[in-house]
């Protein structure tokens, strides 16, 4: 039996316009989290860098919660993504723990946006509202991902578990790049990459027990 062939078809002239205002929205929006915080940013702050009418932005999104919403999901996938193209190239289970971190420390190295947005996210989770509720569901998808693709490095009968492991990978990377980028700048950690790779690995081997 043939399997039909999939064939694209183009988006309408309407079509490409609304995504393109969609993406341009998702686009200031992150930028202005990160530079100006998911508390303090207004949906107005943010239709008036992208040069379009609050109106057009309740057309594509029903809140600044709903926009965070899909940033979060977005940023978590591409990093989930470079992270599984790192481990689907490791040699060896021993090289999946060091090409997992340095896949998520090059992610916040080039697009350090979302690391501080990141950070800030994780604050918000912790506040007892609805939408913090949806974040977590989010992060905790992520996380049960990233366990996934580190379950191999866990030894036999060894004190952490996948998810503990994938927390701490998770927890330990932005932490410590979100700490060194705000005191010493965005160009200083990118040029100590190597070495918060290095530091990153070390923390975590006493977990395996290495």
Same mark, same amino acid.
């Given at each position: 039996m043939?399997?039909?062939?999939?064939?694209?078809?183009?988006?309408?002239r309407?079509?490409?316009?609304?995504?393109?205002?969609?993406?341009?929205?998702?686009? $200031?929006?992150?930028?202005?989290?990160?530079?100006?915080?998911?508390?303090?940013?207004?949906?107005?702050?943010?239709?008036?860098?992208?040069?379009?009418?609050?109106?057009?932005?309740?057309?594509?999104? +029903?809140?600044?919660?709903?926009?965070?919403?899909?940033?979060? +999901? +977005?940023?978590?996938? +591409?990093?989930?993504?470079?992270?599984?193209?790192? $481990?689907?190239?490791a #040699?060896?289970?021993?090289?999946?723990?060091?090409?997992?971190?340095a896949?998520?420390?090059?992610?916040?190295?080039?697009?350090?946006?979302?690391?501080?947005?990141?950070?800030?996210?994780?604050?918000?989770?912790?506040?007892?509202v609805?939408?913090?509720?949806?974040?977590?569901?989010?992060?905790?998808?992520?996380?049960?991902?990233?366990?996934?693709?580190?379950?191999?490095?866990?030894?036999?009968?060894?004190?952490? #578990?996948?998810?503990?492991?994938?927390?701490?990978?998770?927890?330990?990377?932005?932490?410590l790049?979100?700490?060194?980028?705000?005191?010493?700048?965005?160009?200083?950690?990118?040029?100590?990459?190597?070495?918060?790779?290095?530091v990153?690995?070390?923390?975590?081997?006493?977990?395996?027990?290495?």
């Amino acid at each position: 039996m043939n399997t039909p062939v999939q064939v694209e078809v183009p988006l309408s002239r309407v079509a490409r316009r609304k995504a393109k205002t969609n993406q341009r929205l998702l686009e $200031v929006a992150r930028k202005l989290f990160s530079e100006k915080g998911i508390y303090w940013a207004k949906v107005e702050d943010i239709t008036e860098m992208a040069d379009l009418g609050k109106g057009t932005f309740y057309k594509y999104f +029903e809140s600044k919660e709903a926009i965070i919403r899909v940033l979060l +999901e +977005e940023g978590l996938g +591409e990093l989930l993504t470079q992270t599984e193209q790192a $481990v689907e190239a490791a #040699s060896s289970h021993s090289k999946i723990l060091p090409v997992v971190i340095a896949a998520r420390v090059d992610f916040f190295l080039t697009h350090p946006d979302y690391l501080l947005f990141f950070h800030q996210i994780r604050g918000l989770m912790q506040l007892q509202v609805d939408a913090a509720h949806e974040l977590s569901q989010v992060y905790d998808a992520h996380l049960h991902r990233l366990a996934q693709l580190v379950e191999p490095v866990i030894s036999a009968g060894g004190a952490v #578990s996948a998810r503990d492991l994938a927390t701490a990978i998770a927890s330990y990377t932005s932490g410590l790049l979100t700490y060194h980028a705000l005191f010493e700048g965005q160009e200083a950690v990118k040029r100590r990459r190597d070495h918060f790779v290095r530091v990153l690995e070390r923390s975590l081997h006493p977990l395996l027990k290495i």
